[in-house]
């Protein structure tokens, strides 16, 4: 297998959904696509940042006419249906199909054209950065794949290959990490935000657990667990 990388940079104004990252900090996305051929994809997506900054991108997630995947200035012809599977105050994560495409230049699109056998991709957004991870069974055409993204890039974006590596394995945080509950992390987070954690303390277990809407002792229980589960994986990770 080959992870092939590259990044594509977005000028201010090139793209309205980049455009929210680039104008709040907090914002980041991990994604993952799979595209068997060049008619449909999928994506799952993980957007997470302050809340009043993931209020503001909640529009464009769930906006079926907004065109998230094409890198030229043609908008894609296609279908597209996104459900909301996870709503959290600093989180969210959406599933994207995207089908009957009749023209799109979009990477995993382009991608199905020149690589046979399936591909796997991994997105991360940040600020004005799009990185893309690209795992392939056969190197033999990346050559055309990456002179091919590069031609159809759009005004204000611009191509930078990373590399191109032989693996024997490939992960992905958004698919292989072990997940805190989701009660539990919106608790943990909420927490860690209010100052609960700090010396001396922001805020009180009684004043999570009266924003929370939840009792004391359900609140006490969620941090417990949460902050357990995250001490055994630093522990996992340390031998």
Not at 52 to 68: F, P, T, W, Y
Request: charge should be negative.
């Amino acid at each position: 297998m080959y992870d092939f990388t590259f990044t594509i940079t977005y000028e201010p104004g090139a793209d309205e959904y980049v455009d929210l990252f680039i104008d709040r900090e907090s914002l980041q996305s991990e994604a993952t696509y799979s595209c068997l051929d060049p008619t449909e994809l999928w994506k799952l997506e993980s957007v997470t940042g302050d809340a009043a900054d993931l209020d503001a991108v909640d529009e464009l997630l769930l906006d079926e006419s907004v065109d998230c995947e094409s890198i030229s200035a043609r908008e894609c012809r296609s279908n597209r249906t996104t459900s909301l599977l996870t709503h959290e105050q600093r989180r969210r994560v959406t599933y994207t199909y995207v089908s009957d495409v009749d023209y799109c230049e979009s990477v995993p699109l382009i991608a199905a054209k020149y690589v046979d056998g399936g591909v796997l991709f991994e997105q991360t957004r940040s600020g004005d950065t799009v990185r893309w991870r690209v795992l392939v069974q056969d190197d033999s055409k990346i050559g055309l794949l990456y002179d091919t993204l590069a031609a159809k890039l759009g005004d204000g974006l611009s191509f930078s290959f990373e590399h191109l590596t032989e693996v024997d394995h490939w992960e992905s945080e958004l698919l292989s990490r072990p997940d805190v509950p989701a009660e539990q992390r919106e608790t943990l987070l909420l927490a860690v935000e209010r100052g609960y954690f700090e010396t001396p303390r922001g805020v009180t277990l009684d004043e999570l657990a009266a924003e929370l809407g939840e009792p004391r002792s359900t609140v006490s229980y969620r941090l417990r667990r949460a902050t357990a589960e995250l001490a055994k994986r630093f522990a996992d990770q340390q031998a």
